[in-house]
């Protein structure tokens, strides 16, 4: 886990000895929340000595979980020499203080726990400011929280005021960098967008990888890509909780007459903060833009049903859940896969490993994203051969001839092209 100090700057690698802690309200079933807090712990470094569960029937708004558990809880990390106190949701800046002063420990939530994975793991300009912005939203309200240290009188030139404490002096940083990053995500959103109309004008479809973080979508990508010779193109894979951050493109050839962008998106996780939903929005835009949405689960996980309904409700947040989608699942060659036959004659079973399924999940992809092409003739003059070149770019016509009146060539054609190419063609 990287150690950060109670300004938000990393200090250095450090492995943590934790307890994790989840509260129930009115009876919900957590389980399978805590199995994922467990998960995220220990990709960022931190080994789990137990779990403490409290059931009520609402959070207490100056401990979270009640002065009786949290006494419980004191002891549990002095017998068990914990180091690190792990919640499983959300704490305000006056429950980490107060948790913090009962057990002695660091106390972190869930929130600043996906952070610091995400902090240890983006590698692109874009996905570290992304990263650094959620950071921050998350930490100004919760200055009072981060230690008295932070309410000491300010000192130096330009934080003199007349009776200014280094809290306001931190606020006033916080939101001038906050200020900052956000300009710097303008250049790299206008980047994207230039990106984003290269390939709007060259009419390609757009297919999207989307799911919860290690269910297979790199591997995918890897696959499909292996499948169409482009080996130089795979990306990052690791069986792990969010291996991979930022988003990946690439174009994928079915044949000489059809080809579409592959985009691999940061998988999803339940509880996912708000701040990093929207510090990513830039990213996720790859996913609201996609024409076809590729939905991979983890077919050996004993909560897909619990991902496929988080992944569901993130997209819905995100208003691409009316969009065309193919739902996969995914390393059904090991022996505890186990087959989804809830979920209709549509879904699909796929191994990543050995190729299984894929033929049919390429073939499903072909009918959506190619369903609106038609063969056309065109007679196109000579003097636009900017069409010409740009339909040849797109699709090997099936027919090319040069005539005395003009290019004529029989190709496959979806309806923005049929529009552009109206005029040229032949009935």
Known sequence: MINIDENNNVIDQQSYRGILVGLAVAGEDISSSMDELRGLAEAAGIEPLGELVQNADRVNSATFIGSGKLGELAQLCGNMGADIVVFNDELSGMQ?????????????????????????????????????????????????????????????????????????????????????????????????????????????????????????????????????????????????????????????????????????????????????????????????????????????????DFNIAVTQQVLKELSADGKPSILVFNKCDRPDSVTRIGYGKDSLMVSCKTGKGFDELLERLRQLLFSDLELVKLLIPFSRGDIVSRLCDKASPKVLEYREDGTYMEIELGAADRGICGEFVLK
């Open 96 to 304: 980490l203080r107060n948790i913090e002063e009962a057990c002695g420990v660091r106390v972190i939530d869930r929130t600043i726990l996906i952070l610091d994975i995400f902090a240890e793991r983006a590698v692109s300009r874009e996905g570290k400011l992304q990263v650094e912005l959620a950071q921050l939203q998350y930490r100004l309200p919760r200055l009072l929280g981060f230690g008295k240290s932070l309410s000491r009188l300010g000192g130096g030139i330009g934080t003199r005021g007349p009776g200014e404490k280094k809290l306001e002096t931190d606020r006033r940083h916080i939101q001038r960098r906050m200020d900052e990053i956000r300009r710097e995500m303008e250049e790299v959103r206008a980047n994207r967008s230039v990106q984003r109309a290269r390939r709007e004008r060259s009419q390609l479809p757009v297919a999207a990888l989307v799911g919860y973080t290690n269910a297979g979508k790199s591997s995918m990508m890897n696959r499909l890509l292996e499948m169409c010779e482009k080996t130089d193109k795979q990306v990052f894979e690791k069986d792990m909780l969010f291996a991979t951050l930022d988003t990946a493109q690439r174009l994928v050839r079915l044949d000489d007459r059809h080809s579409f962008i592959l985009v691999d998106t940061v998988g999803f996780v339940s509880k996912l903060p708000h701040a990093l939903v929207n510090a990513f929005k830039a990213t996720l835009e790859e996913v609201t833009e996609a024409d076809v949405l590729i939905h991979v689960v983890d077919s050996c996980s004993s909560d897909a």
